[in-house]
């Protein structure tokens, strides 16, 4: 576009351009906006006071995660909550459970290297039924912590829970024994028939010959446990046949399923220390064997027999006249090259203290301290080791120690080791001697002889009863018929009407006549003995005379009465 040329091209003031004037508009908040803003801040100080309040985070290792769920599963200790589980995840070799668990702050305290976990489930056992309540409300993770300072974010949960919390008060003892037996951890522990505490823990020797119980007795009962004690393993039922009766001795029903331990002070003693902690004990097998006084020092015996030990087992008492001085250890057999046999050698401890005041006066009255001191003396005195049978029925052996007058003499060394006891035959041998015995000489009797000479007798026999029923047999019969008519004719006569009988009658009739007339005549003679000498009176009854009847109702007369 062209100007005119007339328009005058310079500016000047009036035709200058007039500026645009731009309105700016000032920004303005909106409320809405004041939400978000709050609640942002409300979420950062939330965050803040969490991380705040947060507690450790520690992680804990189970061979399983049974019951557990992450964000649910609590962490209690005395049943008050102190934490959550918070993830559960497996380990790298997938063969334990990995759960992370969130501690509260106040709770820090059992990230502690002291600290145990466990999980609580319903349990079954034979120490009791525990973990009823995580029925309805789930299966949680126990705590226990103790005294420790020591910070540990890791910890191996324990599968089962620790049958001793830190916070119990008692003391802990320590129970030696060769085996186990029934006991298990949870066990009960009795103090006249009365549970004061439980086992613990037990594990194997170091050298693997014994077990090691660890028992635990509550406060304040543990004060009864003191230098003396003695405890035994009160397991099962223990029945015993004495004099008495049958006994049956237990201390509860749950010791007889689960096993038990007891303990007690022996008789008189006087002890009143008190044990220390972790104290050794040993563990009896059985009340009457804690109970013994102590057995002191043992001595190691020698035994040969020359027969056979069949019923003999390790373990088999000694016994010395009704006491047990000890038991058999080993059964083994011998060769004797000379005499061609097997003898058995039999090993056995004894516990010479078991003879009681006997061997005290015996080492006061000799000074001789010497355990095969007074063995000496009693081998000299006839004491010899004999086989005796212990029961009919199972045919078990013992080794009875016992005098025997007429033994011969046998060597015995004192400070030989072990000591070597002379021997004696067993009685059932002697039985088995004397039957020996008794059967060689009725082996010797000449049975064939015998029966030779009885067939003989019995031939003879034979010939004489063939004679008897050939000759005299016939004769005797004959003989008996004949006795038979005699009798029939002697009862013919004295029948009733024979002439015999009648005889015999009137034979009997006079008599009495006679004997009538020798008393009148005698009553005579002794009212007149002078008519012995002057005769008969005249008015002097004849003696022959039959008197004259007597007058009825009239008194007898003295000739009269005289008869009989």
Known sequence: MTDSPDRNDSPTMDNLPEPDAVKRHRWTVSLIWLVPLIAALIGISLVVTAWIQAGPSIVISFQNAEGLTAGKTEVKYKNVVIGHVRHIDLSKDRSKVLVTVALDKKDASFATEDSRFWVVRPHIGLGGVSGLGTLFSGAYIGADTGSSKVERMRFDGLET???LTHNESGRSFLLTSDDLGS?????PVYYRRIQVGRVVAYHLDKDGKGVTVQVFIKAPDDKFVTTDTRFWNASGVDVSLGASGLK?????MAAIVSGGVAFGLPPRSA???????DARFPLFASKATAMRPPDGLPVMLRMRFHQSVRGLAVGAPVDFLGIDLGKVTSVSL???AKAKRFPADVTAVVYPDRIGKANREFEQRTGDTRPGALLGILVKHGLRAQLRNGNLLTGQLYVALNFFPKAPPAAFDPDASPLSM??????FD????????????VHKIPFDQIGVHANQSLIELNALLKQFHGKVAPEATATLKQAQKTLSTATDALSSGSPLRQNLGQTLIQLQRAARSLRVLT?????HPESLLRGKRNNAPSPTADPPPAPPHAAPSSASRSQP
Do not use: F, H, W
């Open 161 to 163: 829970p620790p049958p």
């Open 183 to 187: 006991l298990d951890i949870g066990s």
């Open 248 to 252: 049956v001795n237990t201390e509860s």
């Open 271 to 277: 002890a009143t220390t008190a044990a220390l902690p």
């Open 334 to 336: 011998d060769y004797d």
């Open 422 to 427: 002379p021997t004696m035959p067993g009685s």
């Open 430 to 441: 002697r039985m088995q001697q004397q039957l020996a015995d008794i059967i060689g000489k």
């Open 523 to 527: 009553n005579y003679l002794s009212e």
